[in-house]
């Protein structure tokens, strides 16, 4: 009797985070209306703001401490960044969500939130740290909620979306390498291994020799 297989707990996150994406696209597919901001201290928001504006710079520092520590993670975050950039492009177009402040309509998702929680995907992936870089991806996805950029499912979504994508492309990444190992691990025929076809005619040229 075949043993059914059994879900990593990869598997469970990866599923549970889809399911967090679709929920949330659904929930951006419904009729807004312009809100007001929330009421918190100026000092607040000037801080989320500061952290909406600059939180390129500690990913891109984060990233090149990264790759001196091992150079595969160069292609590792620049594709998984890539990726979800084009991710938010199209969602952004497609669903065509209003952002809280009524002045735009390309709120969902929070690209802020994908990208950041991309990153940190792929750095607890690779690192034993890497997981610190979730909670730096939270702060960034609660900023945008705090600046009134985004509603609280842009943010949620942006998160799964984010996940979703460094998971899905270090996959790929993961199993292309191993092809390729594969492929070079494979030792070469030697000369005097022959086919039998290829035996029979150097013994017909050996008869036609001694002929």
């Known amino acids: 009797m075949k043993s059914r297989p059994t879900m ?17 696209a659904l929930i951006a597919l419904l009729p807004k209306s312009p809100t007001k901001p929330p009421e918190l201290p100026e000092i607040i928001r000037r801080i989320a703001g500061e952290i909406g504006g600059k939180y390129w710079w500690a ?6 401490i990264s790759i001196l520590l091992d150079k595969q993670m160069l292609r590792r975050l620049v594709l998984s960044l890539l990726l979800a950039q084009i991710a938010i492009e199209t969602l952004k177009f497609t669903i065509g969500e209003m952002r809280p402040d009524g002045r735009f309509f390309n709120s969902f998702p929070s690209g802020h939130t994908t990208s950041s929680f991309a990153f940190a995907t792929v750095m607890s992936m690779r690192f034993r740290w890497g997981w ?4 730096f991806a939270t702060v960034v ?42 492929i070079s691990s494979v030792p070469e025929q030697p000369e005097h291994l022959c086919s039998s076809g290829q035996l ?12």
Not at 16 to 22: D, G, M, S
Not at 160 to 173: F, N
Not at 203 to 211: A, F, L, M, S, Y
């Open 59 to 64: 990913l891109a520092i984060g990233g090149l």
């Open 200 to 211: 029979e005619n150097r013994e017909n040229q050996i008869v036609g020799r001694d002929e």
């Open 141 to 182: 996805g609660l900023s945008r909620i705090v600046s009134h950029a985004h509603w609280w499912h842009d943010v949620v979504g942006g998160a799964a979306l984010g996940y979703i994508v460094a998971i899905g492309t270090c996959e790929l990444l993961n199993s292309v390498q191993q092809r390729v190992t594969t």
């Open 132 to 135: 610190i870089w979730f909670l």
């Open 8 to 24: 990593s707990t990869m598997d469970v996150l990866f599923f549970v985070a889809a399911l967090i994406f679709v929920s949330t």
